[in-house]
């Protein structure tokens, strides 16, 4: 199994609410990340965890909460999101062996509108 | 301030010529390269890694690496219009799990 799986696709989601991005990926992979993309810009990294552990924060604010309960899953919770977050939510998961990045595999990712 | 830096493009070749991309980076310490394709609406999917100077080839691509020079080019030989998409390089920051991103090139091939 060479996937890594999200749900939902899609999600439209009022400020007021409470949604989680769900990322399973059985190559077991160690590293796991979440990504925000807007339109016609790169992948900007929000979330590492390395072996279940949070491992880089970008600063990310609290509105979005993420979640690792095991090796091969990863939440992202979202509350009293702003309409300026939305975008494409990746996940993606890599080998994690100390030296060497051996590349990231990216699921097919939730495309999140905020209305 | 680590940067990766790409032409944005576009990049126009027609059905069948060789497209080269072409990506600078300014962190001499980087170790590992990527190039990803991202189709529109689609994720990023890894096509290339390289770690050492020289040249990788897999299929029609090939990666071309030059640490002195700080630079890192991907070749797609007999281009197909299924290879228009953008194309995005990464560098690795040092931490093994970070990477710095360019802002992609756009590549349109023409049948």
């Known amino acids: 199994d060479t996937e890594v799986t999200q749900t939902p696709k899609h999600l439209v989601m009022g400020m007021t609410n409470k949604k989680s991005l769900k990322c399973e990926q059985h190559?077991?992979?160690?590293?796991m990340y979440w990504y925000k993309q807007k339109a016609k810009k790169p992948p900007e990294l929000m979330f590492v965890?390395?072996?279940?552990?949070?491992?880089i924060n970008e600063s990310v604010p609290s509105r979005f909460s993420p979640e690792c309960p095991n090796s091969s899953l990863l939440n992202l919770h979202l509350h009293a999101l702003q309409p300026e977050d939305s975008a494409l939510y990746l996940c993606?998961?890599?080998?994690?062996?100390?030296?060497?990045?051996?590349?990231?595999?990216f699921g097919s990712g939730t495309r999140l509108t905020v209305v | 301030q680590k940067e990766v830096e790409q032409n944005s493009g576009p990049l126009s070749v027609p059905e069948g010529a060789i497209a080269s991309l072409n990506c600078t980076y300014s962190?001499?310490?980087?170790?590992?390269f990527f190039w990803y394709r991202q189709y529109s609406g689609k994720s990023p999917e890894l096509i290339m890694s390289?770690?050492s100077n020289g040249d990788k080839e897999d299929g029609r691509f090939t990666a071309q690496l030059n640490k002195a020079s700080q630079y890192v080019s991907l070749l797609i030989r007999d281009s197909q219009p299924s290879d228009s998409a953008t194309y995005l390089c990464?560098?690795?920051?040092?931490?093994?799990?970070?990477?710095?991103w360019g802002l992609g090139t756009s590549l349109a091939v023409n049948p």
């Open positions: 993606a998961s890599s080998q994690d062996r100390g030296e060497g990045n051996y590349g990231y595999t």
């Open positions: 190559m077991g992979h160690r590293a």
């Open positions: 965890y390395s072996y279940e552990k949070l491992s």
């Open positions: 962190d001499r310490v980087s170790q590992s």
């Open positions: 390289i770690y």
């Open positions: 990464a560098v690795n920051a040092g931490n093994n799990r970070k990477l710095i």
